[in-house]
């Protein structure tokens, strides 16, 4: 991956709080694990409540984590103003909340057409806990690179797609 410029530490912190959008949307698929681990809750604590807040509805189908999501995809993966650093990592965290977004729908649509079978809950168990332990890694490689000021550009299809949106 080309590097287009130099990355100083105010861009390594606006870069990793980026992905605060999908640790906080992920963290509801983490229930099951945090009944069998409880550790595991007051680890992910702070990130709960972060979710509660941009859970909040403005308007009655508009949630403060909505607004959010088009602020940074217009005013920073799309702004040419905002180093390619930052730029690139938030267009990823934005793949990954989408990510989590599809698996919630998918979820939902099995729960619709499955759901009165008898594997369907431990099917379910196994997608949510799958999802957030792969976004969960996903999110501490990126902040880990982030902070060192290096391009997290190692997540498969996600970082491609990243790099390719933000030229």
């Known amino acids: 991956m080309t590097r287009r410029s130099s990355v100083n530490y105010l861009d390594r912190l606006y870069a990793s709080l980026t992905y605060l959008l999908p640790i906080a949307a992920v963290v509801i698929f983490g229930a099951f694990l945090f009944l069998q681990f409880p550790p595991l809750l007051t680890i992910f604590f702070p990130v709960l409540k972060l979710n509660q807040i941009l859970s ?7 949630s403060i984590r909505f607004v959010v999501w088009f602020c940074v995809f ?6 040419y103003k905002v180093n390619h650093f930052t730029r690139f990592n938030a267009m990823q965290a934005l ?4 990510i989590v977004a599809l698996v919630g729908a998918i ?12 594997f369907f809950p431990f099917m379910l ?3 949510a806990s799958v999802t957030f332990l792969g976004i969960t890694a996903a999110f501490l490689y990126a ?8 391009y997290p550009d190692k997540i498969p299809v996600i970082s491609d797609v990243a790099y390719y949106q933000v030229r």
């Open 56 to 62: 909040i509805s403005i308007i009655d189908f508009i």
């Open 74 to 79: 217009i005013f920073v993966v799309r702004s």
């Open 95 to 98: 793949l990954l909340d989408i």
């Open 143 to 150: 902040v880990f690179e982030c902070v060192r000021g290096k």
């Open 125 to 127: 168990q196994i997608i």
């Open 107 to 118: 979820a939902e649509l099995f729960g619709v057409v499955l759901g009165k079978l008898a």
